[in-house]
Structures are given as structure tokens and as C-alpha cells.
């Protein structure tokens, strides 16, 4: 059964026809025997049924995410009709991408062009070229200064032979059918007009550097198949060695190239890099450089249209979410956002999509809006709560109080309405025309504005509750918003598991889902939470989600380890309560208030914790 807490959640959120197999050590999904057959203008490719999982380690909180992914048996779910499916891993040795090479006039299978592939394909797809950069890196660190010899290689020309052609080709098309809806920076008919013709035209630097920036996002979706065909021994090598160059290119072209619309482009795309290491050009970074270059580039006059318009309000929106998800609200910006993007803006992309339908290109466009239009909220609460953070003598001061009340309820009510809009839209939507892309989408502008409302209300959880009625009110919804928000990011979590596989989740649901998991974790581990089976299957949905990030991303491993610090906080605070005993109605009402007290610490702790991990990439340790 639905939990009550998601009677609300949008319609997509529920649904069956892809029937999904957990193992421990395999993940497949295949296609309901009575689901339709897809049909469309473009190619259409079948998708490897199996995915291999990797062992994360020995932390508790690994093992308990391996526990609850590795426990579940069949599962029906829903997407009754996709969009083209991807180029088969095991087929892109044999042939280029379709999108890669553009018959002719004379094409008669004899071609100058057909012969150049064959002999490209001799020549740079032998066994062991893929190693050939790798070989020539171990030698120079071997010979130290004798090894510069290789120095006047690290050109386009021997990074190109890192991805094949055929690799390329695909990893293009996973990026629009996956990651272009969230950020469409990247004008798609524009892009592909010059990616099918690019060896006929004269070379373009800032096009190949954006190219670069789409490879390097699409590889986050690449499956194991695709790995393999890939000189990387791992996807998180892989990623990182694809950011390094498009790093390095970016450097190399930026003060040449000041207010190009390609260098916004690059930027936006490269702040989906969240490594949590000592790295400093992430995320953040790379938002400001991209608002860096579209006010140069006159991207943000406020009668900017078409793309331009998309490209800024993308640059705000990241800068948004990056606030809100990471909980950073310095970064955000001031700047004035002007009106919001349309479907006209979109041009022939809106009518002529190369990857999806229009009707699915449609609906991508308006959820992408819509989020555009929800980040004005985010950001209204994001710097409300970094107010009420920095002036602790309101919770003080009576006047002060009924202020901050006033206005959580506006922005509370502009979220309201939002949600109202959304909902509507969605309800207008059939499912039958939406890949998995889109679908994995509207679930995340779902888990957004949940968010939104969570952020609002955490800052008062930390409110004295005993010092005035009125802010043990105000306290104690601010803890019921937050855990119904939790409980619903946790049944979009389970809708997702049923929509989408590991590869096609993004990196930037960590984000949404850390305090939620946390949540469940408060719950389950009072004496009262073990009653609620609900609960138990809510943690555990999340916790599947996170397992899958976990394997693809060093962003998601490090949120593993700040719920492990949540973990051994609640191993602290159960050994300073180890004295309470029993649990539902035999509890005396003296016992439940200290157990809802306890629940109550432990969530101040946990929003604590969280903060200083994901705003400061520390790892606290836990004093309850």
C-alpha cells in the first residue's frame, strides 16, 4: 500500500511494466512481454540486460546499504513505452555510431569515406592502442626527466584515441536522452547539425571543447558494457580522466575566448562534478565562471531570447540548486534572473528533437520551467534560512517570533502553489510517450521542491521550545514538515527504482536524499520506529538509491560516510539511554515524551552533521 504521507505525489510516481531482478551481485531489467513495441524515425538499439554491482567495502553503512539493495526479489514497475533505446556496447567495435558518418551522394559502399573508417578502424582500434597513453605515462614516471620524449603527444591528437568514434557517437546520445533535460544548455539540433558534419568543416576548438564537456557528462551514465569498450579499468577513473581534459581545454581556451556562449556551456556542464576531495574547481566554482562569461557575453540582458535565455536562467538554476542541495547558501547570486525561459525559446529543438518525440521533448521542456521557476522559491528560502542561522536573538524576541512565522508562511504558500501547477501539469502527461530520462527528471524537480520545503523549516527544529508556546508550535511543525517531506522523497525513490536502472541515476540525488535517509534512520532506531513496517520499507528504497550512487560516484561514497557519522551518533545516544526498555502502548506517557525527545535530539544532530558534511565536505564526529 501507498503511504498516506504520498497521497499527493504525482501521477508518474505510480505505475507498472518493467519488471526489475536484484541480486547481490547483478542488476537486470527487461521488458514486460506485454508491453508495446516502440517504433520511430531514428535508429532503434537494444540495451545490454545485465549490470554487474561492486562490493563498496567494510563501513556499516555499506554493508547495510549492500544488506537492504541485495534482499529484494522481483519488483513490477512502470514506463509502458520508451523512446529509442541506446547503441548495444557489444556492437560498437563493429560498426561507428549512426550519428557518426553522413552518407553521401556516391555512397556505394565503396566510398573514399568508407574506406578511410576501415582503415581507421585498423589502425586505432588494434588491442592494446587503448593503453598506449597509459604505457607512455608509466615509462616517463619510470625515467623521470628522460621521459619528456612523449611530451609533444599530449595533443588532441593522442587524446582523441582514447574514445573510439563508436563510443562518442553513444555517449552523445545518452547525454540528450539523460542529462540534457536538467541543464539544456546545449542547443540539440545545433549540436548534432555540426557533430554529423564536423569532419567536412573546418576545425572548430570551442565546438570540440563542448563536445569534450557532453562526453565527459554522458560517461556518468555509461553501464559496464560500455565500460569495457573504454580505456578506463573503471567508471570513476573514466570520469575523472574525461573532467581533467575538458579541464585543461577550458583553461586553455578561456582568456581567448571571454563571453562565448560554448565556454557558459562548458562551465554548466563541468559543475556537475562533485568528487569531494581536495579538488577546488567543482561544482560552485564552475557555476561562477559560467555567469562569468555570459555577462560578457550579454547572456543575461533581461530581453536575451531563445537560447540565450535557456542558457542564462540554467546558469541560475545551478547556482540555486547547488545552494540548496549542498547547503551553501554564499553562493548564491543576486543577479536578476529576467523572465523565464518558453517552448518558443527552444526553437526547432521543441519540434524536430533528434533523440525523443516532440511530445517527450515537450514535456522535458515544460518540467525544466517548471524547475526554473521553482529555483526563484528555492532561492527566497535558502536565504531566509541563512538569516534566521546568522540572527539567533530572533528566537528571543516575541515581535521578531511572529515575523519569522509571517514569512515561512508566505514563501510556504508560494510552494504550494507551485506544487499545485506541477501537479496539473504532470496529471496532463501520458506516460506511454516519456523514456526513462524524462521520467527520472520529473521525479528529481519532485524531489526538489520537497527539498525546498524541508530547508524551510530546518532552521526552526533548532528553535528552544521551552522558552514560549508559540515557538514550541513553530518547532514542532518545522519536525513533522521535515519528516513528511523525507517520507515522500522516500516513496519517489521507490518509484524510481521501478522506472530507472543505477546507470541512468544522476549524482545530484545525493543531494535530495541524505537527510531523507537520515530521517529514516532517526525513525527506525527509536524503540517506536521498529512498529512501522512502512518505515522500514521507506529506508530501504533509499538506501537502494544510494547504494547505486555509491558504485558510480566519489561524490555519493563520501555521502556514505556522513551517514555513517549519523550512524554512530544514534550508537552514542542509544548507549546513554541503554536503561529505557519496552516500546508501543506498554510505554508510560513519561516514557514516550523522553523517547520523543531523544527523537528530537537526534534529528538536531543529524541536520548538524549533515550540514558540515555536504557545506564543508567534513566529516564530523558525532557528540550527542
Known amino acids: 500500500m501507498v503511504d498516506s504521507a504520498g497521497k499527493h505525489l504525482p501521477r508518474f510516481i505510480v505505475g507498472k511494466s518493467w519488471r526489475i531482478s536484484y541480486t547481490q551481485d547483478n542488476f537486470r531489467r527487461e521488458r514486460s512481454s506485454s508491453s508495446p513495441a516502440t517504433t520511430s524515425d531514428k535508429p532503434q538499439h537494444s540495451r545490454s540486460p545485465q549490470r554487474h554491482l561492486v562490493n563498496l567495502g567494510g563501513s556499516d553503512t555499506e554493508k547495510a546499504i549492500k544488506f537492504a539493495y541485495g534482499n529484494r526479489g522481483e519488483t513490477m514497475c512502470s514506463s509502458d513505452n520508451l523512446s529509442p533505446q541506446f547503441v548495444r556496447p557489444s556492437d560498437l567495435q563493429a560498426s561507428a555510431s549512426p550519428y557518426e558518418y553522413e552518407p553521401g551522394e556516391h555512397d556505394d559502399g565503396e566510398s573514399d569515406s568508407d574506406n578511410w573508417d576501415e582503415l581507421h578502424d585498423i589502425l586505432f582500434k588494434s588491442v592494446g592502442l587503448e593503453r598506449l597513453q597509459y604505457s607512455l605515462h608509466y615509462v616517463q614516471n619510470e625515467m623521470g626527466d628522460a621521459g619528456n620524449f612523449g611530451a609533444s603527444l599530449e595533443g588532441p591528437l593522442l587524446r582523441s584515441l582514447e574514445l573510439s568514434p563508436a563510443v562518442q557517437g553513444t555517449l552523445v546520445e545518452i547525454y540528450f536522452r539523460h542529462d540534457h533535460f536538467r541543464c539544456p544548455a546545449v542547443d540539440e539540433v545545433e549540436f548534432m547539425t555540426w557533430y554529423r558534419r564536423r569532419q567536412k568543416l573546418a576545425e572548430s576548438p570551442l565546438q570540440d571543447l563542448l563536445l569534450s564537456a557532453v562526453l565527459f ?6 553501464d559496464e558494457d560500455l565500460l569495457r569498450v573504454t580505456p578506463y579499468d573503471s567508471l570513476t577513473i573514466g570520469h575523472r580522466r574525461l573532467f581533467n581534459q575538458v579541464q585543461s581545454r577550458y583553461h586553455d581556451l578561456s582568456t581567448a575566448n571571454q563571453g562565448s556562449i560554448a565556454l557558459v556551456q562548458t562551465a554548466l556542464l563541468l559543475s556537475h562534478w562533485s568528487p569531494y576531495d581536495s579538488s577546488k574547481q567543482v561544482n560552485s566554482f564552475w557555476v561562477d565562471e559560467a555567469f562569468k562569461h555570459a555577462i560578457v557575453g550579454g547572456l543575461a540582458e533581461s530581453q536575451s531570447t531563445q537560447r540565450a535565455r535557456i542558457v542564462w536562467w540554467c546558469c541560475l538554476t545551478r547556482n540555486r540548486l547547488i545552494a540548496l542541495g549542498l547547503r ?13 525561459p518558453t517552448v518558443a525559446d527552444f526553437g526547432p529543438e521543441a519540434v524536430r528533437p533528434w533523440f525523443q518525440t516532440p511530445k517527450s521533448k515537450k514535456a522535458a521542456i515544460k518540467a525544466f520551467v517548471a524547475l526554473c521557476e521553482l529555483s526563484a522559491i528555492i532561492e527566497q528560502a535558502v536565504r531566509f534560512k541563512a538569516k534566521v542561522s546568522e540572527a539567533s536573538w530572533w528566537i528571543t524576541e516575541v515581535a521578531k517570533i511572529s515575523k519569522h ?16 501547477k506541477f501537479d496539473t501539469a504532470c496529471s496532463k502527461l501520458d506516460l506511454a510517450d516519456l523514456g526513462p530520462g524524462e521520467l527520472v527528471f520529473l521525479h528529481i524537480v519532485s524531489m526538489v521542491h520537497l527539498t525546498t520545503v524541508s530547508a524551510l523549516y530546518e532552521q526552526c527544529v533548532t528553535f528552544n521550545a521551552s522558552s514560549d508556546s508559540r515557538m514550541w508550535m513553530v518547532r514542532s511543525l518545522a519536525i513533522h514538515k521535515v519528516k513528511e517531506a523525507s517520507t515522500d522523497i522516500a516513496l519517489i525513490c521507490g518509484s524510481l527504482l521501478k522506472h530507472a536502472r543505477p546507470e541512468e541515476l544522476p549524482l545530484m540525488l545525493g543531494a535530495w536524499i541524505i537527510l531523507p535517509v537520515a530521517v529514516h534512520l532517526v525513525l527506525v532506531n527509536t524503540q517506536r520506529g521498529f512498529e512501522d513496517e512502512s518505515k522500514l520499507k521507506q529506508l530501504e528504497y533509499l538506501m537502494r538509491v544510494l547504494y547505486s ?42 516514557q514516550r515524551k523522553r523517547l520523543q525527545a531523544q527523537e528530537d535530539e537526534l534529528l538536531l544532530s543529524v541536520l548538524e ?4 558534511g555536504l557545506a564543508d565536505g567534513v566529516v564530523p564526529k558525532p557528540q550527542i
Not at 217 to 222: C, E, K, L, R, Y
Not at 333 to 340: E, M, P
Not at 411 to 419: A, G, K, M, P, Y
Not at 609 to 612: F, G, L, M, T
Open 217 to 222: 557528462s554522458a560517461f556518468s551514465h555509461a
Open 328 to 340: 551553501r547558501p554564499r553562493t548564491l547570486k543576486s543577479h536578476v534572473s529576467g523572465r523565464l
Open 609 to 612: 552533521i549533515i550540514q558540515q
Open 405 to 420: 512565522i509571517e514569512e515561512i508562511g508566505v514563501i510556504d504558500e508560494r510552494l504550494i502553489v507551485w506544487r499545485s
Open 549 to 590: 550512487l555509491s558504485q558510480r560516484f566519489e561524490g555519493a561514497q563520501f555521502v556514505t560516510k556522513v551517514i555513517d557519522a549519523v550512524t554512530k551518533a544514534f550508537q552514542s545516544a542509544k548507549a546513554g539511554s541503554a536503561a529505557e526498555s519496552g516500546s508501543g502502548p506498554s510505554l508510560f506517557p513519561a
